[in-house]
């Protein structure tokens, strides 16, 4: 079979997202079988290339093959933010043009089936899949904009109702689509990808040559600066054990920094003046952020909605200390509820970060509990369960 992704305009950026396709790709790139994947990416970057050097089944088209360029999709995202009848008119005739676009890759390629791995669908002469991570919107509606929620609700009502087969993560999101979507449950399936061949895999070996000296020992976040990622509470747990315990917390987050960093969270930071305790240091590349794993005390995980965590995942398969809290998907990952706390009771969640940052025995503790659900995250069978989609759907279109 030939399946294309569609994946132009992903890049760091994207957070969990990114990770998905990249994990996605590591399992079907190192299968070595006999199907084709093609990866539609924008020109001229140097995500994803990488690929198509490592793995034979892998090759990569370049966007000016398809005629969907990204400053067409960048301006369609513009335009879909709009609510007048005249931006719908607009954003229907584009969602033709990169349609039709796409309709001569799939035909020079042959391709069989397409695969959005996030959510997105055209209507194609191919059957297509879209993966669904979250329908956070419809539990927090508080972090969206008007606009916003209009938009989500628009287009996730069209892109789930009209594509041939969705793939979500974990059970709670497949029920969530069934509830508020009223779809069949046989069109959906669950697949979990499995931790294996990760971007940090390289870095493993050698992972002592990491291992610096720390002039102050430090907590870790990975996350792009959400709302629903719930740095916020975090800086309030940490401001708490320093006016209540004289417990100085240092916390290093990466990720993407969004507006609401620079309108609530370095707001928060500079009137409470915790500059000396956290730092918001933005997208690192992949040494640089294996580097902070390899020497941070720990790893929390505050976030109030999470499809599913890569910062957990990664934490256990590392062997790195982690807490989380006791959201959706999150106390499944961990296995233990010794490592959880709510999200929103900040005293909770700061007695979970006191023992995480002071106490050696609870750190060890941690690794050591967590030795048990690796296996489980490395073996989920989700390559398998890949090939029979796509080939039901290959068959049956």
Request: charged content about 25%.
């Amino acid at each position: 079979m030939n399946i294309l992704f569609f994946i132009p305009d992903k890049d760091p950026r994207s957070g969990g997202i990114f990770q998905y396709i990249n994990c996605l790709l590591e399992i079907l790139g190192s299968s070595e079988d006999e199907n084709r994947y093609y990866l539609l990416l924008r020109d001229n970057t140097a995500y994803f290339l990488d690929y198509e050097k490592r793995f034979k089944n892998i090759k990569c088209i370049p966007e000016h093959e398809s005629g969907a360029n990204s400053t067409l999709l960048s301006w369609k995202e513009k335009i879909q933010k709009g609510i007048s009848k005249v931006f719908q008119k607009i954003n229907i005739q584009l969602n033709i043009t990169t349609a039709n676009s796409l309709d001569k890759v799939i035909g020079k390629y042959a391709i069989d089936v397409v695969h959005f791995p996030y959510i997105r669908w055209e209507k194609l002469n191919v059957p297509t899949i879209t993966t669904i991570h979250d329908v956070q919107e419809l539990y927090f509606p508080e972090y969206f904009s008007a606009e916003e929620r209009t938009k989500r609700a628009v287009n996730n009502f069209k892109y789930i109702t009209n594509a041939n087969h969705i793939i979500v993560s974990y059970q709670h999101i497949k029920n969530d689509i069934v509830r508020f979507f009223q779809q069949q449950q046989e069109k959906i399936d669950v697949v979990l990808l499995n931790m294996q061949h990760l971007w940090f895999d390289k870095f493993l070996l050698n992972k002592e040559e990491y291992k610096k000296t720390v002039k102050e020992p430090y907590l870790l976040y990975p996350a792009v600066t959400w709302q629903h990622k719930n740095h916020l509470n975090l800086l309030k747990a940490i401001l708490h054990l320093r006016e209540t315990k004289n417990i100085n917390v240092k916390l290093i987050c990466t990720g993407k920094t969004t507006e609401y960093y620079t309108q609530t969270l370095h707001l928060f930071i500079v009137e409470n003046r915790l500059d000396n305790n956290v730092s918001f240091v933005g997208i690192v590349d992949d040494e640089n952020l294996f580097s902070l794993y390899q020497n941070a005390v720990g790893v929390v995980v505050p976030t109030k909605y999470e499809a599913g965590s890569f910062p957990l995942m990664e934490s256990i398969m590392m062997q790195i200390p982690v807490i989380c809290s006791n959201v959706t998907s999150l106390p499944e990952t961990i296995g233990n509820e010794k490592y959880i706390f709510n999200p929103d009771d900040i005293q909770e969640m700061a007695d979970k970060i006191e023992l995480l940052f002071t106490s050696e025995e609870f750190r060890q503790q941690c690794v050591m509990d967590c030795q048990q659900q690796i296996k489980k995250l490395q073996h989920t069978n989700a390559y398998n369960k890949l090939m029979a989609i796509y080939a039901e759907l290959g068959k049956n279109f």
